[in-house]
C-alpha cells in the first residue's frame, strides 16, 4: 500500500469522483483507476461502488478512509521533519579553547544567530584536551583546538589555518630577531597550560641557554598579556590574541619561526556519531569565515 494511492483515494472522496481527482492531482484518469485497482486487490475488497456516474464508498471505504486521512497527515508530518532541516532548530555544543573562543569564533556565532535565530548555541571553554574527550563521548558536537595535531582516531579533523605566533615582551624591553631573545634573571617567563606551542616555547628557551623553572603558569591569555605590559616577564601567544597591543604600543613581539613547531586552528566532529544540520551549516560557515583569517 502507497502513500499516493491513498492520497488519490482520498481525494475521489473529497472530488466526488475519478475525472475531477485526475483534474485535482495532474494524473491521467488511468493512472487514478490504477491506484484505486491496486489499492482494491491490496486490501482484499473493493473501495468504490460505481452506480451510474456515482461513486460511493463501500463499508471497506468508509472504515479505510478515517485510516487513510491518519496516514497521509503523518506522511506530511515527516516530510515537514526534512523542511525543518532547512530552518535547524535545538542544540548546538560547540567547544574551544579561551583564545578560539575570543578571538576567531564570535563573528561565526554571530552570523549563525543571525541565520539561525531557534538554534540555541552551549559554548563550553576548557583545555583542547579536554575538550577532545568530550568529544569523544559525545558531549559535544563540535571542538575546536590549537594544536599541531590531533591523535583521537574518533573524530574527522580538518585544519583551518596554520597560526602565527609572537614572543611577546614589556614595552620597554628590547626587541631583536628570534634569535637574538635575551632575558635578564628578572624576566619571568609565562606559559599557558601545559601541551601545545608552549612546549615549542620551553625547547626553544632551554635551547638558548634560559631557564624556564622559574616560570608562571596561567589558565588565561588576558591575564598573560596584563602581566607582560606590566613588565612581570615574556610570553609567547597566538598573534591574533596580543595584534591590538602591539599595534597600540603596549607590547613588543618576536615572530615566531614555524620552522621551530607549528600549530594549527583545528575543528573536529565525531566520525560515528549523527551531524545535525545545525553543526553542518556552522561548519560550512566556519570554513567560509577562515578562507579571510591571517
Known sequence: MEIRQLVTFKTIVEAGGFTKAAEQLGYAQSTVTAHIQALEQEIGMPVFDRVGKKVLLTE???????????????????KDISRLQDQPQGELRIGAPES????????????????YPKVKIIMKTASCWTLQEDLRRGDLDIAFALQASLT???????????????????????????????????????????????????AFLRQKGIRTDNGMEFWSIEAIKQCVICGL?????????????????????????NALGSTSTLVSYHKQRWLSQAARVFLEMTREQAKGWT
Open 60 to 78: 471497506a471505504g468508509k472504515h479505510l478512509l478515517p485510516h487513510a486521512a491518519e496516514m497521509i497527515q503523518l506522511y506530511e508530518k515527516a
Open 100 to 115: 578560539l573562543t575570543v578571538y576567531r569564533l564570535p563573528s561565526i556565532i554571530q552570523a549563525f544567530r543571525r541565520q
Open 152 to 202: 583521537n582516531t574518533a573524530v574527522h579533523t580538518e585544519q583551518l589555518l596554520i597560526e602565527p605566533f609572537v614572543i611577546i615582551l614589556p614595552p620597554e624591553h628590547p626587541a631583536g630577531a628570534l634569535g637574538e631573545l635575551q632575558l635578564s634573571p628578572q624576566d619571568h617567563v609565562l606559559f599557558t597550560e601545559r601541551g601545545g606551542y608552549r612546549d615549542y616555547f620551553e
Open 233 to 257: 616577564g615574556v610570553a609567547m601567544l597566538p598573534l591574533m590574541t596580543v595584534r591590538n597591543e602591539l599595534e597600540a604600543g603596549k607590547l613588543r613581539g618576536i615572530p615566531w619561526d
